[in-house]
C-alpha cells in the first residue's frame, strides 16, 4: 500500500480561503457536497473537512497526520501537536485575527478588574478564564453559541470575541476594552507523523508550496533591457525584493534585468523606468515565489 497522509482542512469560515491558497500552491481540491472527504489531485493526500476548533483534537489523538487550524484553538483546546509553520491568512485578509474584550460603548468597564463578578460570553472559554486569571479577576464566564455581539447589555456584561476589522463589533454598539489573544493559521502535526521521514518530507514539501504562494501574493515580475550606461540609474529605482538579475545580452552594450516587485508600485515604477532607459518592459504574473 502507498503511504498516505492524512490532511485535515478546516470546515467553516476558513474553508474557502483554504481551498485558494492550496489552488495557488498548485493542488486542485474539490469539496463534493454532502461529503467531509475532498478531492485532492495528489494521491498521496487525504483529505477531511473538521472544524478549525476540533482540528488541534484530532490531529493531537493521531486520527489525523496534520492539518490547518487556528492558533487560538490549539490554545483553547490545550492540544499537543507540533506546530510545522504559521501561515498568516484568514477569511478576510491576510493578517492575524484578534480575540477581544468589547463591552457596550456605555459601560463603566474600562480596564480588567472592572469585570470583577461580571458575565462574559464567549467561544473561547478557556482562553477568557485563563486570561482573567493572570489579571487576578474573578468572574463569570458563559460559553456562547453564535450571535456573540448581540448578547450584552442584556445577556452579558462583556463579550471576548474574534475580530479582524472590528466593524461588526462596531455596528453592534460595543468598543474594545483591550486584546486578549492574537492568532495566525497554523499548520500542525501530530508528533509521530512530524517524526516519520517520508510524512515529514511530505508535510515540508507540502508547506514550502504554500508557502511560496503566500508570498507571490501582490507581486509581479518586471523584466526588461537596459543599456549598460543606464544601469545604475535603472537599478536605483528598483525596491527589488532581493537584488535583481542582470543578464548580459548579444548586444555588449546592454543587459536584461529581471526582478520582482510589489504589484501596486508598477503603475508608478514603469513610467520612471521608462525614463531612465528601459526598454522592452514585460510585466508577468507570480504563482509562487521560493527563497
Not at 495528489?42 to 490547518?68: F, K, N, W
Not at 468572574?139 to 452579558?156: C, D, Y
Not at 549598460?228 to 527589488?240: E, K, T
Request: glycine share 6%; hydrophobic share 45%.
Amino acid at each position: 500500500m502507498s503511504n498516505v497522509l492524512k490532511l485535515g482542512l478546516p470546515a467553516g469560515s476558513l474553508q474557502e480561503a483554504t481551498a485558494d491558497l492550496f489552488q495557488k500552491a498548485g493542488y486542485k481540491i474539490t469539496f463534493p457536497s454532502r461529503s467531509y472527504y475532498p478531492a485532492i489531485d495528489d494521491p498521496e493526500l487525504h483529505c477531511t473537512l473538521i472544524r478549525a476548533q476540533e482540528m488541534g483534537r484530532y490531529v493531537a489523538d493521531g486520527s489525523l497526520d496534520c492539518g490547518l487550524t487556528g492558533h487560538d484553538w490549539i490554545v483553547e483546546s490545550d492540544a499537543h501537536v507540533t506546530e510545522l509553520a504559521e501561515l498568516v491568512f484568514s477569511k478576510v485578509s491576510r493578517r492575524p485575527v484578534r480575540w477581544v474584550l468589547a463591552v457596550p460603548n456605555d459601560s463603566p468597564i474600562r480596564e480588567p478588574k472592572d469585570l470583577s463578578g461580571k458575565r462574559i460570553a464567549t467561544e473561547v472559554v478557556n482562553i477568557t478564564k485563563k486570561w482573567l486569571a493572570s489579571h487576578n479577576v474573578t468572574a463569570n464566564v458563559e460559553f456562547s453559541w453564535g450571535a456573540t455581539e448581540v448578547k450584552p447589555p442584556k445577556l452579558a456584561d462583556a463579550i471576548v470575541e474574534v475580530t479582524e476589522t472590528g466593524s461588526s463589533l462596531k455596528a453592534n454598539g460595543l468598543r474594545i476594552v483591550c486584546d486578549i489573544l492574537t492568532s495566525t493559521t497554523r499548520f500542525v502535526a501530530h508528533p509521530a507523523a512530524a517524526a516519520d521521514p517520508w510524512k515529514r518530507q511530505k508535510m515540508d514539501d507540502l508547506i514550502l508550496m504554500l508557502k511560496g504562494a503566500m508570498a507571490a501574493e501582490g507581486k509581479v515580475g518586471l523584466l526588461m533591457n537596459v543599456r549598460r550606461a543606464d544601469l545604475d540609474r535603472v537599478i536605483g529605482l528598483l525596491p527589488a525584493l532581493k537584488n535583481p538579475t542582470v543578464s548580459p545580452l548579444a548586444d555588449a552594450e546592454w543587459v536584461a534585468i529581471n526582478t520582482i516587485i510589489d504589484e501596486a508600485t508598477v503603475r508608478h515604477i514603469i513610467p520612471q523606468l521608462k525614463a531612465a532607459g528601459a526598454s522592452g518592459i514585460v510585466e508577468y504574473p507570480l504563482t509562487k515565489v521560493i527563497d
